[in-house]
């Protein structure tokens, strides 16, 4: 089974950055999956990440250690929309993905 | 637009009938279909992963007797919650994964309420 630990929430001010952290223990490993989900809403595809490094979409970025089994995803520039929770989750080898209990971000004005 | 498609993405039953699920894929094939299950403010939890022309694999702890999956096609897996109860109740949402690819997209999700 999967043991994937990620903080329960943060709280941070519009324009600014916040860093969610992940720590997993896994049998396997076939990549780290970040998604976004707002209440209510299934989940969006956000990032993944299979090999090490740090890979940039926008004002999204998402790091992998996998000799650390750490990830994380960064989020700059904040916006009131950002407010959301957000999923960490590693794929086992047969795809199945294990999730996180997710970090709810509260974006303040 | 969306690319995995759920319905119906909200269903009122009564105690002890049944209620199916479906879960499509659009535009793209899918040996590979999981659902899930979501509880108020907590995470995805996997029930059972649905191959297409075999039995779904289920997870521990979830009675597959009582959540019976088909997945009778390339593009279509369904979930069906029998003899529901209000402990039920909860937000199922699939996932599909692209044939042959390492792609995979989630439903919109269904919102279930037992009464």
């Known amino acids: 089974g999967q043991n994937i630990d990620q903080p329960t929430e943060m709280t941070a001010t519009e324009g600014a950055i916040v860093q969610i952290n992940c720590t997993y223990q896994?049998?396997?490993?076939?990549?780290l999956f970040w998604y976004q989900q707002h209440a209510g809403e299934a989940p969006t595809f956000l990032s993944y990440?299979?090999?090490?490094g740090l890979e940039e979409k926008g004002r999204f970025s998402s790091f992998l250690s996998r000799s650390k089994g750490y990830s994380y995803l960064l989020l700059k520039e904040l916006q009131m929309k950002d407010s959301a929770s957000y999923l960490c989750a590693v794929r086992e080898r047969d795809y199945k993905l294990s999730f996180g209990a997710g970090t709810t971000v509260t974006v303040r004005a | 637009g969306a690319v995995v498609s759920q319905h119906p993405s909200w269903v009122i039953c009564k105690s002890g009938t049944s209620v199916k699920i479906e879960c499509r894929s659009l535009d793209f094939q899918a040996t590979t279909m999981f659902w899930y299950r979501q509880f108020p403010k907590q995470s995805l939890m996997l029930m059972a992963t649905s191959n297409e022309g075999s039995k779904a694999t289920y997870e521990q702890g979830v009675e597959k007797d009582k959540f019976l999956i088909n997945h009778a096609s390339l593009t279509l897996s369904t979930l069906t919650v029998t003899s529901a109860h209000p402990e039920d109740s909860s937000f199922y949402i699939c996932?599909?994964?692209?044939?042959?690819?390492?792609?995979?997209?989630f439903g919109e999700g269904s919102w279930l309420t037992v009464v």
């Open positions: 996932s599909a994964r692209v044939q042959g690819g390492n792609t995979i997209y």
């Open positions: 896994t049998s396997g490993f076939n990549g």
């Open positions: 990440n299979v090999l090490d």
